[in-house]
C-alpha cells in the first residue's frame, strides 16, 4: 500500500488530544519554560561527547596495549550511541535549539554515526512516527526477514528461534548503515520521492552521501591503520566492537519502545483508513519504561518516554519527565492505555516473550 493512502481519522470523538495539548501548553507557558532544550541537555551533550570522543583520542595516542585500546572501543560505542540518542536524535527534530543552525549542527552529529540525515529524517521523523507500527509502513519494525516483529509479517520456520537469536543481529544495526544500509535506503527512498519538508534533491543527497562516508572511513579505518602499532585486521575488529555495542544499545532501547506484549500493531482496512486517531494511535503502539530511573533517562535520550515522544516530536527530551504525568493522567481520564513498564529488566523480559509470540507459527500463536 502507498504511504498516501493511510489515513488517520482527524479527530476522535473524546477530544483526548485537543484536552491533552491544551494541558502540555498550559505547563509550558504557565512555567515560562521553552520546548526546546535547555542548560540539561547542553551538559548532558558535554559528558556524552566526551564519553564517545576521549577513547577515540585514547586510542590514537598510541600509548596503551592492545587490551586496553580494545576496552577503549567499547566505551566509544557506548558513547556513540548515547550522543545518537541525547544529541544527534533531538538535532534532527528540531528540539535541541529554537535556532535552526545548531539543531542542523546536533543533527549533523549523525556523520561521524555511520548515518545519513536524509536517511535518518525519512526513516524516523516520517515512517516511524506518522505510521507507527504499521507493517510495510514502519521501517523500523522490518528487519529484512531475518526477524518477525509484527503479526502481519511472513513466518518462517527459523522465526521460531528468533527471541534466541535476536539479540545477536541486533549488534549489527550500526555497522550495516556504515557499509550497505544508507545506499539501499537512499536509492529506495528518492526513487519513492519521499521527503521531510521539501522535494529532495537526488544529486545533493548523493553527493553528501558519499563524501560523509569517505571521511567517516578515513577517520575510524583509515587514520588507525595509520598511526598504530597493530596490524590492520586489528583495527577492523575494534570497529567491529565499537559498533557492535552501540548496535546492541540501540536495537534494544528502541525494541522496548515499540515491540513489547502490551503494545498493539494494528493495520488499516481494505481503505487505508485507521481505526484510531493519530495521537491514540501513538498511546497504542508505544510503550514507556524505567521513568523513574534517572541514570536511564540521561543516557537513552528520553527514548524510555516514548509515549511522550511519539505526541509530542517537537519537544526536546529534557521535559519528557515533567510531561508524562500531564500525559499518563489525561490518557487514564479518557480510559485510554498508558503502556509503561516499571523497570528497564521487565521491559526486556516483556520484548523477549513478544518476539518469542510472535515467532510461533501464526496457527500456532496464542490469542
Not at 526477514?145 to 543481529?169: A, M, N, T
Not at 535506503?185 to 552521501?209: A, H, R
Amino acid at each position: 500500500m502507498d504511504y498516501s493512502a493511510i489515513k488517520f481519522p482527524r479527530t476522535d470523538s473524546t477530544d483526548f488530544f485537543k484536552t491533552l495539548n491544551s494541558r502540555v501548553n498550559a505547563y509550558f507557558q504557565q512555567n515560562d519554560i521553552s520546548k526546546f532544550g535547555n542548560w540539561k541537555l547542553y551538559v548532558k551533550s558535554v559528558v556524552v561527547f566526551s564519553i564517545f570522543l576521549t577513547p577515540y583520542f585514547l586510542i590514537i595516542s598510541n600509548n596503551f596495549n592492545q587490551w586496553a585500546m580494545l576496552l577503549f572501543t567499547i566505551v566509544l560505542g557506548m558513547g556513540m550511541s548515547f550522543v545518537g540518542m541525547c544529541v544527534m536524535h533531538d538535532g534532527n527534530h528540531g528540539t535541541y535549539s529554537r535556532n535552526r543552525w545548531i539543531n542542523n549542527l546536533m543533527g549533523s552529529s549523525i556523520y561521524i554515526l555511520a548515518g545519513n540525515v536524509y536517511n535518518w529524517k525519512v526513516q524516523h521523523n516520517v515512517l516511524h512516527h506518522t505510521y507507527t507500527n504499521i507493517h510495510g509502513m514502519d521501517d523500523d519494525i522490518d528487519a529484512g526477514g531475518l526477524l518477525r516483529l509484527h503479526k502481519e509479517q511472513d513466518w518462517k520456520y527459523f522465526h521460531r528461534f528468533q527471541h534466541l537469536y535476536s539479540v545477536l543481529l541486533y549488534g549489527l544495526m550500526t555497522i550495516s548503515w556504515a557499509i550497505t544500509k544508507d545506499y539501499k535506503q537512499m536509492q529506495g527512498y528518492i526513487k519513492k520521492g519521499i521527503s521531510f519538508d521539501q522535494k529532495v534533491n537526488p544529486t545533493k543527497e548523493w553527493t553528501i552521501l558519499i563524501i560523509t562516508k569517505i571521511l567517516y572511513m578515513a577517520i575510524w579505518i583509515v587514520l588507525p591503520i595509520l598511526v598504530l602499532d597493530v596490524a590492520w585486521w586489528k583495527v577492523l575488529i575494534g570497529f567491529f566492537v565499537m559498533h557492535y555495542t552501540a548496535g546492541l544499545i540501540l536495537a534494544i532501547v528502541f525494541q522496548l519502545a515499540h515491540v513489547v506484549e502490551s503494545t498493539d500493531n494494528p493495520i488499516p482496512d481494505e481503505g487505508g483508513n485507521m481505526e484510531n486517531s493519530w495521537a491514540i494511535h501513538q498511546l497504542t503502539t508505544t510503550a514507556n519504561f524505567a521513568r523513574k530511573n534517572w541514570l536511564v533517562s540521561f543516557f537513552v535520550g528520553g527514548l524510555n518516554y516514548q509515549i511522550e515522544h511519539h505526541i509530542f516530536p517537537n519537544i526536546s527530551h529534557v521535559h519528557y519527565p515533567k510531561i508524562s504525568k500531564i500525559v499518563k493522567e489525561t490518557a487514564l481520564e479518557y480510559g485510554l492505555p498508558y503502556n509503561e513498564y516499571r523497570t528497564t529488566r521487565q521491559a526486556i523480559v516483556s520484548h523477549f516473550k513478544a518476539l518469542r509470540d510472535l515467532g510461533r507459527r501464526p496457527a500456532l500463536a496464542v490469542a
